[in-house]
């Protein structure tokens, strides 16, 4: 059979399609699956259940303001899960109604409540090292990234080495737009207004756990919220852990 030199080309570069998408397929061109991702969650972790919090705070809200310091150096101790429900539990309440927001012990300018906190754990007692969301009306702790992200979290902070150290931080985030839907840009200040009487409740709760801790603002916004996964903007972190010598 004779075949004309227009229908020979046509064949030819048809062919040479088929063969170039079936070895893009085996070149990388293609999604990464589940298990290639790094720190990819394939199957969505239990949420952690924080109570009962049987630890009773041994010293008074006034001893803990006379106690409170910013501290940089802890021992690798783990922390107790309770003592991650009690920190918890000091910046957004017990099982808080999320729509009147009534009974959270932070307040929030028009109950709008931008903040979300996230516990990025390393040294927990039953919990995996990652980072976690704190859900506030069902007080469970739900992971969003897998692994030990410490030491980058601590390089995104201009190499503060007390977030490596410390067996968890405490990240406080905001949805600013929960809060400048109904004030505009004055909203934003709102936010951070918000988010220093959060951190003084960590670091006041923290102080009453015999826990120490320090609020950092030196990183970088955009690397953190990389390396944590996460949607809100991470405005401050607190690095807690059992004080060094
Ligand atoms: C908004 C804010 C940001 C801060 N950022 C950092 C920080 O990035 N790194 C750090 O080591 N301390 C940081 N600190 C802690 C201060 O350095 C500390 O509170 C101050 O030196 C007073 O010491 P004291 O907390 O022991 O009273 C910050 C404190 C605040 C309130």
């Known amino acids: 059979m004779k075949i004309s030199k227009g229908r020979l080309s046509f064949v030819l570069i048809a062919m040479m399609l088929v063969a170039f998408s079936f070895a893009a397929c085996g070149t990388g061109l293609q999604e990464p699956s589940d298990e290639e991702r790094p720190n990819s969650t394939s199957e969505p972790a239990e949420p952690v259940a924080l109570k009962p919090q049987e630890i009773e705070n041994s010293i008074s809200l006034e001893d803990a303001f006379r106690q409170r310091r910013s501290s940089r150096r802890f021992t690798n101790v783990p922390i107790e899960l309770e003592k991650i429900g009690k920190l918890m539990m000091a910046v957004q309440g017990e099982g808080s109604d999320v729509i009147s927001g009534a009974t959270r012990p932070v307040a929030s ?3 709008t409540h931008p903040l ?3 516990v990025v754990a390393g ?5 995996t090292a990652g980072v976690y969301q704190y859900d506030l009306t069902t007080e ?7 692994g ?5 979290l601590a390089q995104a902070s201009l190499g503060q080495n007390v977030i490596a150290d410390a067996p968890v931080t405490v990240v406080i985030a905001a949805a600013k737009q929960r809060t400048t839907q109904r004030y505009g840009e004055r909203g934003i200040r709102y936010v951070y207004m918000e988010s220093g009487g959060a951190a003084q409740h960590i670091a006041l709760q923290s102080t009453a756990l015999g826990l ?6 030196a990183f970088e916004d955009e690397e953190v919220q990389n390396l944590m996964q996460i949607e809100e903007s991470p405005l401050l972190l607190i690095p807690v852990g059992y004080l060094a010598e």
């Open 109 to 111: 300018a028009g109950a």
């Open 140 to 146: 469970v702790l739900i992971q969003v990234a897998e």
């Open 116 to 118: 979300q906190i996230y």
């Open 148 to 152: 030990d992200i410490r030491e980058k």
């Open 123 to 127: 040294e927990v007692e039953d919990l």
């Open 212 to 217: 120490g801790n320090v609020i950092i603002g």
